[in-house]
């Protein structure tokens, strides 16, 4: 497989960074002809179904500035406005919040939520005096995800195979906020931007869209001038493909730039998809929980308004949804390694049998975890460190940097939890003098 195929479709890299790569590898080929000999193959993977397709597409479609998208998601300020109408009326808020609220009670935030909502309409990105309220959302967001967090039913899976992805969304959407507030207050530009525009610069930008017209595939120009101005995460992207799948737009058979073209016409002025097409009945209430509305006439949606973890893989992949079969499962120790410093949501995994029986799942908790109180919850619960599925945990408690009391720590000094060759680097490497120590004692007494 040609070098710039690899680098826009290995699944172990980000998007990001995907395209930063592919976008170097061109930018270091000066002669059109050696540019179109290279990119041949990736752009001819455009043109199939085959999987690696879909990353390609995703690395071409990066776009590194996406602020509409994210205000479209806050634009009514729903968190702000809920923990100011509970305050009104005497409910009590976390204290981290008093003044949060306070700084909220002073702006017209009827004016501020039509000035937010012209800035998503328009593209242009709103002038600092709005631009302030979004950490106080931003704030408020993260006590809502803090109260789900604390108030979901850990032995619940189904559940939490929902409500995991969220957590990660909505803290990743409320740091995206806290980022817009200090780029507006720095003045940085906020246009959109197209990422292999900004990793190749407008003039090598040029040079590809020429050598994209000569090898007939101008249909990929549309698809990009129409990204540049809808800011679409790659995975909404992949969200479009699982649409397109599913409900087999534009055709059974249709490739991934195919697919791309058919979801850029389709979109309205204001950045509603509505597309003519028939629901399988078994896939129905799937659509209408990921945010689709599901009609007679077809289907109507926002790209701000899915719901990702309905609608893709474990790897933010395209899934066929036709059969109403959900995806699979969420990979829970990347779900879990994304939650790691909620404590009461980590402890509450811990005790759920289905959760902590996944192999090396509490070890993984364990090298990442800086909570003492986790670490030690897993150092007394016997299940939480016995068993092959968790033969590697007494190895990291010791090797932990973290401050358990060695109370706990010294019955896992053992042969019984822990081979020979590991105490005996144990005795010399060990991050904590009292664990070296403890494991030189044990050595010479046995």
């Known amino acids: 497989m040609a070098e710039p195929v690899l680098a826009a479709c290995d699944p172990t890299i980000a998007d990001s960074d995907r395209c930063e790569r592919l976008a170097e590898m061109v930018r270091g080929i000066e002669l059109p002809e050696t540019r179109k000999r290279y990119l041949g193959p990736l752009f001819a993977l455009l043109q199939t179904d085959a999987p690696e397709g879909e990353q390609g597409l995703r690395t071409l479609l990066y776009v590194g500035t996406t602020w509409r998208a994210h205000l479209q998601k806050v634009r009514d300020l729903r968190n702000l406005h809920r923990m100011l109408a509970r305050a009104s009326v005497g409910v009590a808020v976390p204290e981290i919040l008093a003044p949060v609220l306070e700084k909220a009670a002073r702006l017209d935030l009827v004016a501020v939520r039509a000035a937010l909502h012209e ?42 195979a929902r409500l995991l992805p969220r957590l990660r969304i909505y803290d990743e959407l409320a740091d995206r906020l806290d980022t817009l507030d200090r780029e507006s207050s720095e003045g940085t530009s906020q246009e959109p931007d197209l990422g292999m525009i900004r990793f190749l610069g407008e003039k090598d930008f040029a040079r590809l869209r020429v050598i994209v017209t000569e090898m007939g595939l101008a249909p990929l120009l549309d698809v990009w001038d129409v990204q540049r101005r809808l800011q679409l995460d790659p995975p909404v992207i992949s969200c479009l493909m699982t649409l397109s799948r599913t409900l087999q737009l534009p055709t059974a058979s249709a490739n991934w730039l195919e697919r791309a073209g058919f979801w850029i016409s389709h979109v309205e002025p204001g950045g509603v998809f509505r597309i003519a097409s028939k629901v399988p009945p078994a896939s129905v209430r799937l659509l209408a929980r990921a945010g689709i509305q599901c009609g007679p006439g077809g289907i109507g949606f926002r790209a701000s308004d899915l719901d990702l973890s309905v609608l893709l893989d474990e790897h933010t992949l395209s899934v066929d949804l036709s059969g109403g079969v959900r995806p699979k499962p969420p990979d829970w120790k990347g779900l879990v390694l994304s939650n790691i410093t909620r404590e009461t949501l980590i402890l509450s995994l811990l005790d759920n049998p289905k959760c902590n029986r996944v192999a090396g799942l509490v070890e993984v908790v364990v090298v990442n975890c800086r909570s003492a109180q986790i670490l030690c919850h897993i150092a007394q619960k016997r299940e939480l460190h016995t068993g092959h599925q968790n033969k590697g945990v007494p190895v990291a408690l010791l090797r932990s940097r973290m401050k358990i009391p060695m109370t706990l720590l010294r019955r896992f000094i053992h042969l019984r939890f822990v081979t020979r060759a590991e105490l005996k680097d144990l005795a010399v490497r060990a991050p904590r003098p009292e664990v070296v120590s403890e494991t030189a004692a044990y050595l010479a007494s046995i």
């Open 119 to 160: 800035a998503v309409e328009t593209g242009i990105f709103p002038v600092r005096a709005v631009a302030s309220v979004l950490p106080l959302e931003a704030a408020c967001l993260r006590e809502r995800t803090r109260w789900l967090a604390d108030n979901a039913d850990p032995y619940n899976m189904k559940v939490m």
